[in-house]
């Protein structure tokens, strides 16, 4: 089993910059790839970004490329998201995930076997 604890999202306006965190335990929480995917209002939940154990391996998906960075602190096992330039698009609720796919696989193909309950990201003048 693999426990995700996420703290950092709120209320940001258009243009500016949040930064999530992921917290991971269990057993064997290093040695899966972790990532955020995220759910807008009545919309299914998407990937936003992933990342392998190791940190050498990232993808992201267009919409988020350029604006948000993932990393990887493999000493603490955390996870972070920087959110810079955000929209208003970019609203919902971010999860953190986990699985033993490759970060392309786990984001390409939008599931994961381990959620984190989610923080609120709302994007708003």
């Known amino acids: 089993q693999v426990h995700l604890v996420e703290s950092g999202g709120g209320l940001v306006q258009p243009g500016g910059s949040l930064r999530l965190s992921c917290a991971a335990s269990?057993?064997?929480?290093?040695?899966?790839?972790r990532g955020w995917f995220r759910q807008a209002p009545g919309k299914e939940p998407e990937a936003v970004a992933c990342?392998?154990?190791?940190?050498?391996?990232?993808y992201y998906v267009r919409s988020v490329k350029g604006r948000f960075t993932i990393s990887r602190d493999v000493a603490t096992n955390t996870i972070a998201l920087q959110m810079d330039r955000l929209t208003p698009e970019d609203t919902g609720v971010y999860y953190c995930?986990?699985?033993?796919?490759?970060?392309?696989?786990?984001?390409?193909?939008?599931?994961?076997?381990?959620w984190g309950q989610g923080t609120q990201v709302t994007v708003s003048s």
């Open positions: 269990g057993v064997t929480a290093e040695t899966y790839t």
């Open positions: 995930v986990a699985d033993a796919f490759s970060p392309e696989a786990m984001c390409i193909g939008e599931t994961a076997d381990y």
């Open positions: 990342i392998s154990k190791r940190a050498n391996d990232v």
